[in-house]
């Protein structure tokens, strides 16, 4: 077993890495399974057999894949469960986390998204440069989407974990655009009896 022997073969000859023979007598060995590798010294009767071993969760191995380590699940994705056989095994990274593309495949997230940003499905990165914490809207650490400034405060910058308290002398209203980026937003306005316009922007004179 672990061998092939081919018609004329002098010698038995070792399946190659990707390939196992697990049956005496065959001429031809074996594709690796999907969901397995094959490579020299996986289990087996002798050092150097190849035998198929589960693919290692964060790697996925389709048919015929010689190293544990040979397909790794892709940026944006993890899989904590050993046995993957193709990338549609890898599943998205979870929305308000990242998965980073560092070459190795993944168990689990890396973290959550930095406050200031928000994570949708499969990003790899803390800080996606697409996905900042527009104007009007604050994003805690772990943000799945922005969150619209409640009344009382406004945040007139992007990218920030909170908002801020509306300056004495003027109210801030909410828009009542709920969490969705690129909504309008104002400045707070002086609350004298001709400034009744919602506002979640900067500060400004009547």
């Not at 002798?46 to 969760?57: F, G, T």
């Not at 544990?68 to 979870?94: I, L, M, N, V, Y």
């Not at 300056?167 to 969705?180: D, N, Q, R, V």
């Not at 937003?185 to 400034?195: L, N, V």
Request: with cysteine; aromatic share 8%; net charge negative.
């Amino acid at each position: 077993m672990a061998h092939s022997c081919p018609l004329g073969s002098l010698e038995p000859l070792l399946c190659p890495p990707g390939q196992y023979q697990d049956e005496p007598g065959q001429t031809l060995c074996k594709m690796c399974p999907a969901g397995k590798f094959c490579a020299f010294g996986t289990q087996g009767p002798e050092s150097r057999s190849i035998w198929p071993v589960d693919c290692p969760a964060g790697y996925y191995c389709p048919s015929g894949t010689q190293t544990a380590t040979q397909h790794p699940c892709p940026g944006g994705t993890f899989q904590g469960r050993p046995g993957a056989r193709s990338t549609e095994d890898c599943k998205p990274c979870p929305a308000g986390h990242f998965c980073s593309d560092s070459g190795a495949g993944k168990r689990f997230p890396d973290g959550p998204c930095s406050a200031g940003y928000y994570c949708p499905p499969g990003q790899t990165s803390a800080t996606p440069t697409s996905f900042r914490c527009p104007q009007g809207f604050y994003c805690p650490e772990g943000s799945s989407q922005p969150r619209a400034c409640e009344n009382g405060t406004f945040q007139p910058q992007e990218a920030k974990g909170s908002c801020e308290p509306c300056p004495p002398g003027f109210y801030c209203e909410a828009s009542g655009t709920g969490g969705l980026p690129g909504a309008e937003t104002r400045p707070p306005r002086d609350a004298g009896p001709q400034s009744q316009v919602p506002g979640t922007g900067a500060p400004s004179s009547p």
